[in-house]
Every structure is written in C-alpha cells, then in structure tokens.
C-alpha cells in the first residue's frame, strides 16, 4: 500500500470507527449517509462540467488580473494538458467548492460530531465539523479551507474560510484570494437527490457574493481509487499526440 | 502516416451525445470537436487506466501499408461503473488482435488520435452504448 492510500485508509477508519465526540450542534439534522454523484440528468447543461455558472462572477480588477493569465484545460479558452496553469495538474488539490466539478462520485459519513466528504477525486477528505467548535485561528491557510457547520432543521449549512490563494474557484481559471468564504447549504431534495446551494465570497477577488447549485444523486457505487499523479500517463500520451510530425519520421 | 488508410471515414457532425463530459480529466483543445472521425483496425494494446484508458489499433490502407492510431476516453472507474456506458468495463473487455471501429473527434494537427466517443467491438456492439451509434445501426 503507498504512502497516501495508508494516509487516506487511516483517516477514514479512524473517522468511521473512532469514539465520537458528543454532538453539541444545533437542529435536528437529517442522514446525507451514502455515495452520491452528480446529477447529470437534472443538471445537463455544458457548463457544469468545468463551472457554477455559465456567465463569468463579477470580478475585481485583481482578479480578472489573473483570470487573464490562467491557462485552463475547460471552457472557451482552453488549452491541452500540457500547456495549462491550472494547479490540479501538479497535483494540488482543487479546493472548496471546486472539488464538486470534478466528475467523480463522493461518500458522505456521518458521526455525531462531523460530517465527512470522502472524494473519489485523489482521495480528498473533508472534514465538516459540527460539534460547536469555532473556526480555528492558529492553522495555515488551507487548500480546501476549514469546514465548520451547523443544523437547521434538515438543512447542514456550512461556512468554510481560512484557505490559500493557490486554488480556482473553477475549471475554468477563476482566481480567489485568501480572503475566499464559502457557504454551503445541503439538503435531501428528495429520497434519490441531494442539492448544494453554494455562495461563494471574497471582497478581494468578487464585487459580489456569487451563488451556485449542484444536485446529486444516490448511487450504489462503492469510491474507488483516482491518483492524481497517474497524471503522467494521460501526459505522455498527449506529448505523443501534440508531437506528430506528420508520420514522416 | 504512410499511405491513405482505407478505413477511415470523416464525418462531420453536430453534438454527440457523449461528447459533453466524454473526458472527465481535461477539456478537449487538441481535438476538433466539430468533426467525427471513424477507424476500423485491429486492437494492439488496451490500456485500462487511470486518468483515462487508451486503446491502440493497427489501420491497414488501401496499399497495404499500416498506420497505428490511439484513442482517449474516460477513466476505468466510470467506465466500470457504466456511468458513460451500457457494458461494464473491464482491463479485459478488448484483447490485442480484436478487430474494432473506434469513433471519435480527430486531433487538431492530424495525427492519428481520437478524443473517443464510441467503441464498436467485433460484434457490433457500442461498448459506450452511444446514441450515436445505436441509432446508426
């Protein structure tokens, strides 16, 4: 077993089996338990693959700055693989929220005191606290942010902050600061679908809050394995391609 | 590519169905995704896996000359799963020597590679069980 699968083994043992800290949230709360993918059949549309929305948010001159020097393998100004900026390529994680356009399913486990996200993609794991604490002041700015939520009702609403600036917010090469917030409000829109309401902050990068959606829906898959630096494959095969000279030689 | 490979037609066609999350990984910028291009050959090596499976064939042209083409689609997991298909994926689903016809948007520069959009085996059967091919048949 390599080093991150054991990482990752360990983390979600301890997270499932562990003695749970008694809850101290608020609500009644509501079982999101499952693996869950996304919807494609009640989210269609062409840009959901690589974006929230299909218009660009509202930016500031900051980061249209650097929206104009991202280089991204989606949308209309993409470019192949082995000519982005785009981080995840290097094998950085792709942040909050954009780690949800990436078309792999995820495990949601509940214990009393979190809400885990276990992501196929690269084997992410979010933790979603949910046992009152507050937002921690003494970490790191984070790749996927620190996740704290709460109850109300049925709904699990969550605000995450205290990220980096190195992530997209998308696919598509949208920057943010660390000045990045992000509230998610998740909730059982029927038995089979989960819906995601997302409003995505950040004074530095955004003139104005912007809000996204995603629905997903209850698959009986079980979350296989994505290793971001098998990576190398695909680029070898896309030097390949990119250096045909025609067949002469 | 040497010679002109008998079994190769272009077609140029509108939306596919599997083309707008055909590629999980990336987006297609080395392909022409306005066209779609047919091979038929002989598979000389499946390559299962991840980010994305790649399939090799053996193109014989009209004088006999040989030309080896590639195909890109998505990861083993999805198509294990049969998120994009109606046949279950394996490593061992296509074997070298299986005469196939692989369907696909053509690389920008001409060489000989498809971002893939549907696998017919030797049967003729769609193993990505597009509706491209299904309402061809």
């Known amino acids: 077993m390599s080093k991150p699968m054991i990482v990752w083994a360990a983390v979600y043992v301890a997270a499932v089996y562990s003695p749970t ?15 869950w993918s ?15 929305t299909e218009e660009l948010p509202p930016m500031t001159e900051w980061a249209q700055e650097r929206f104009d020097q991202s280089k991204p393998t989606f949308g209309p100004r993409n470019v192949p693989v082995l000519e982005t900026n785009d981080p995840v390529y290097e094998c950085f994680p792709p942040g909050t929220p954009r780690v949800y356009l990436h078309p792999f399913p995820m495990e949601i486990v509940q214990t009393s005191d979190r809400v885990l996200m276990v992501f196929e993609y690269d084997h992410l794991i979010r933790q979603i606290y949910i046992d009152g604490r507050e937002h921690r ?22 605000e995450t902050v205290n990220f980096n600036d190195k992530t997209w917010t998308d696919r598509r090469g949208v920057p943010h600061s660390d000045q990045l917030r992000v509230i998610e409000r998740i909730r059982r829109i029927s038995d089979e679908n989960l819906q995601i309401d997302i409003t995505i902050e950040d004074p530095v990068a955004f003139t104005e809050p912007w809000v996204g959606t995603r629905i997903y829906r209850a698959v009986d898959w079980d979350v296989e394995e994505f290793i971001c630096m098998d990576n190398v494959n695909f680029e070898a095969f896309e030097r390949e391609v990119l250096n045909y000279d025609g067949g002469v030689n | 590519m040497n010679g002109k490979a008998a079994n190769i037609v272009l077609l140029v066609s509108g939306v596919l169905a599997l083309s707008v999350d055909a590629l999980a990984h990336h987006g297609a910028a080395a392909y022409n995704t306005q066209a779609t291009v047919e091979v038929a050959g002989k598979v000389t090596q499946f390559e299962f896996i991840n980010p994305h499976v790649l399939i090799y064939m053996s193109v014989t042209g009209e004088d006999g000359s040989t030309t080896e083409w590639s195909g890109e689609i998505t990861s083993p997991n999805r198509l294990a799963r049969s998120e994009r298909s109606t046949v279950r994926w394996s ?31 030797s049967d003729g059967r769609g193993l990505l069980g597009s509706d491209y091919w299904s309402e061809r048949r």
């Open chain 1, 21 to 35: 800290i008694q809850s101290q949230s608020v609500g009644h709360g509501a079982d999101f338990s499952g693996v």
């Open chain 1, 38 to 52: 996304q919807d494609r059949g009640a989210q269609p549309e062409r840009f959901r693959n690589h974006a929230f």
């Open chain 1, 137 to 158: 002041t003494d970490l790191a700015p984070m790749w996927m942010g620190d996740s704290i939520g709460h109850w109300e009702g049925d709904v699990l609403v969550v």
């Open chain 2, 91 to 121: 490593k061992d689903l296509l074997q070298i020597g299986d005469e196939i016809v692989l369907i696909g948007n053509p690389a920008r520069n001409g060489a000989p590679s498809l971002r893939l959009l549907e696998v017919v085996d």
